[in-house]
T-cell receptor
Framework: GQQLNQSPQSMFIQEGEDVSMNCTSS?????WLWYKQDPGEGPVLLIA?????ELTSNGRLTAQFGITRKDSFLNISASIPSDVGIYFC??????????FGQGTRLTINP | DTEVTQTPKHLVMGMTNKKSLKCEQH?????MYWYKQKAKKPPELMFV???????INESVPSRFSPECPNSSLLNLHLHALQPEDSALYLC??????????????FGPGTRLTVL
């Protein structure tokens, strides 16, 4: 099935650093979603983006819906230990089908 | 209540067993989903129910049988599974599968092990 290209696959950073990750696709999506997943838990929705060019913030998180509708990025500012986890981008095809990126595993050194 | 709940949290079953996974939401959502997630991989869509009717089946083997008894409940019946079916099974719900603004909210998952 279709997949999104998410990068980087993993990040090792120091506490307090900023983080940036992105997703690209060959297809257009109407909605981009960013999720965080902790081990053994379900993904938790962080940010939803609905319009091309839209820039949305949720606390220290900022995400943008690319103008071409084929990409999105997520930034985390001033990382803290609880930011550790796997971050997934997902594009919504139509109204029902979510296509996920492969995930970015974030590790933070205190 | 903005929560999707799933039971059981963990399930171990033999290849000849019949078991069921349950999912419940009380957000008034009319679309519910089953996903399968293998280790270090993203979730993969299995089924979509919209207004209690099956709208998407992603070519899932018949040993997985979904059921939507009402708009709040979603079951996944398991029979004659294989060890490779061991995975985290995630349930999700969204407001309305016919809307474009349709973010999905996930439950905590059921960790299934098939022996």
């Amino acid at each position: 099935g279709q997949q999104l290209n998410q990068s980087p696959q993993s990040m090792f950073i120091q506490e307090g650093e900023d983080v940036s990750m992105n997703c690209t696709s060959s297809s257009i999506f109407n909605t981009w979603l960013w999720y965080k997943q902790d081990p053994g838990e379900g993904p938790v929705l962080l940010i939803a983006l609905y319009k091309a060019g839209e820039l949305t913030s949720n606390g220290r998180l900022t995400a943008q819906f690319g103008i071409t509708r084929k990409d999105s990025f997520l930034n985390i500012s001033a990382s803290i230990p609880s930011d550790v986890g796997i971050y997934f981008c997902a594009g919504l095809q139509g109204a029902q089908k979510l296509v996920f990126g492969q995930g970015t595993r974030l590790t933070i050194n205190p | 209540d903005t929560e999707v709940t799933q039971t059981p949290k963990h399930l171990v079953m033999g290849m000849t067993n019949k078991k069921s996974l349950k999912c419940e939401q009380h957000m008034g959502h009319r679309a519910m989903y089953w996903y399968k997630q293998k280790a270090k991989k993203p979730p993969e869509l299995m089924f979509v129910y919209s207004y209690e009717k099956l709208s998407i089946n992603e070519s899932v083997p018949s040993r997985f049988s979904p059921e939507c008894p009402n708009s709040s409940l979603l079951n996944l019946h398991l029979h004659a599974l294989q060890p490779e079916d061991s995975a985290l099974y995630l349930c999700a719900s969204s407001q309305d599968a016919s809307l474009s603004y349709n973010e999905q909210f996930f439950g905590p998952g059921t960790r299934l092990t098939v022996l």
